[in-house]
T-cell receptor, first 116, second 113 residues
Framework: AQSVTQLGSHVSVSEGALVLLRCNYS??????LFWYVQYPNQGLQLLLK??????LVKGINGFEAEFKKSETSFHLTKPSAHMSDAAEYFC??????????????FGKGTHLIIQP | GAGVSQSPSNKVTEKGKDVELRCDPI?????LYWYRQSLGQGLEFLIY????????KSGLPSDRFSAERTGGSVSTLTIQRTQQEDSAVYLC???????????FGPGTRLTVL
């Protein structure tokens, strides 16, 4: 079975600083990896996805993530934080072996705080 | 275009009552998923539909939970004899198929008193 670990339940950065949210996965087969963002009282919005093409994936709102198989990581970065980036971020994995029947396995989430 | 919609957005019910939650997926999406989000358990996968068929129902928390999908579109999640531990946000997602990105609705916040 697959699993996802997000290091740091809360991450605080200053506006304009680099954002780095960590995600490590465990999977016995090549995974599909996703980052979602959730704003208060809203559903999950897809930021970006890795589906075995380029290892550096660019998403919306200036975010990107790099798939590193050797490190089983898929960390999310943004060069310069904006106040509007404050939200909950979830990393998720799917292995697809069940044809989708396993759904997505999510990490516990990282709350990103932006300091003015 | 229209995204995934869910209704109601909020539902308050009394313990022991039945509730029905509805999900309208993005038009043309054949795969539909239900998840539950709670403070204690995080995001849990409940069930997946490909078309009208759900190949694996083992993710449903108990036999009080059931789900169906008709016409390859709308899905309902029914919880019978609700308990306080059922209080959570129920999220629906749809996708063009398994293994591709899922798009989520705004969720239904269920509160069982």
């Amino acid at each position: 079975a697959q699993s996802v670990t997000q290091l740091g339940s809360h991450v605080s950065v200053s506006e304009g600083a680099l954002v780095l949210l960590r995600c490590n996965y465990s999977s016995s087969v090549p995974p599909y990896l996703f980052w979602y963002v959730q704003y208060p009282n809203q559903g999950l919005q897809l930021l970006l996805k890795y589906t075995s093409a380029a290892t550096l994936v660019k998403g919306i709102n200036g975010f990107e993530a790099e798939f590193k198989k050797s490190e089983t990581s898929f960390h999310l970065t943004k060069p310069s934080a904006h106040m509007s980036d404050a939200a909950e971020y979830f990393c998720a994995v799917s292995v697809g072996s069940g044809g989708g029947a396993d759904g997505l396995t999510f990490g516990k989430g990282t709350h990103l705080i932006i300091q003015p | 275009g229209a995204g995934v919609s869910q209704s109601p957005s909020n539902k308050v019910t009394e313990k022991g009552k039945d509730v029905e939650l509805r999900c309208d997926p993005i038009s043309g999406h054949t795969a539909l998923y239900w998840y539950r989000q709670s403070l204690g358990q995080g995001l849990e996968f409940l069930i997946y539909f490909q078309g009208n068929s759900a190949p694996d129902k083992s993710g449903l928390p108990s036999d009080r939970f059931s789900a169906e999908r008709t016409g390859g579109s709308v899905s309902t999640l029914t919880i019978q004899r609700t308990q306080q531990e059922d209080s959570a946000v129920y999220l629906c997602a749809s996708s063009l198929g398994a293994t591709v990105a899922q798009y989520f609705g705004p969720g239904t916040r269920l509160t069982v008193l």
